[in-house]
């Protein structure tokens, strides 16, 4: 008996030793699937990662080109604007020297007006405090200068 119990105890043992064999050799199969299936995945974050730095690259790259156009352009804005304000300042004092030298103009001719009107009234005046003369002396009247037509 000693020997069928022992015959059976190996049977028992190869048969566990042969179902382990066999469930190592699956899972060795299924670890070795789930390795190639983290290498795949792993290649595809990779390139996806790739994909994206060179997108991006590209985007900066454009944007970069697009931010030192406008920087240019700021420039050369900014230089149009200085010329321009340049001349309205320059206008602006072309005018007030014109304005300024027509007022000048206009306030000696008003001075003249004035010398010129205060000349006929002092005339006029003095002619209103000259006595009437007499229709009666005809000869008199026609020595006297007839006064200027004033304009």
């Given at each position: 008996?000693?020997?069928?119990a022992?015959?059976?105890?190996?049977?028992?043992?190869?048969i566990?030793?042969?179902?382990?064999?066999?469930?190592?050799?699956?899972?060795?199969?299924?670890?070795?699937?789930?390795?190639?299936?983290?290498g795949?995945?792993?290649?595809?974050?990779?390139?996806?990662?790739?994909?994206?730095?060179?997108?991006?690259?590209?985007?900066?790259?454009?944007?970069?080109?697009?931010?030192?156009?406008l920087?240019?352009?700021?420039?050369?804005?900014?230089a149009?604007?200085?010329?321009?304000?340049?001349?309205?300042?320059?206008?602006k004092?072309?005018?007030?020297?014109?304005?300024?030298?027509q007022?000048?103009?206009?306030?000696?001719?008003?001075?003249?007006?004035?010398?010129?009107?205060?000349?006929?009234?002092?005339?006029?005046?003095?002619?209103?405090?000259?006595?009437?003369?007499?229709?009666?002396?005809?000869?008199?009247?026609?020595?006297?200068?007839?006064?200027?037509?004033?304009?």
């Amino acid at each position: 008996m000693k020997k069928t119990a022992i015959l059976t105890m190996m049977f028992s043992m190869l048969i566990v030793t042969f179902c382990l064999n066999c469930y190592a050799d699956d899972l060795s199969g299924q670890i070795s699937a789930l390795e190639q299936k983290a290498g795949r995945i792993q290649n595809q974050i990779n390139q996806a990662q790739q994909q994206t730095d060179l997108a991006v690259d590209q985007q900066i790259k454009s944007l970069t080109g697009s931010v030192d156009s406008l920087v240019k352009q700021r420039v050369q804005l900014d230089a149009y604007i200085s010329k321009l304000e340049s001349q309205i300042n320059e206008l602006k004092k072309n005018a007030q020297a014109d304005l300024s030298r027509q007022v000048k103009s206009y306030n000696e001719e008003l001075g003249t007006v004035k010398q010129q009107l205060s000349g006929l009234l002092a005339k006029k005046s003095a002619q209103a405090s000259q006595p009437v003369p007499n229709p009666e002396t005809p000869a008199q009247s026609a020595t006297t200068p007839a006064p200027a037509p004033v304009n």
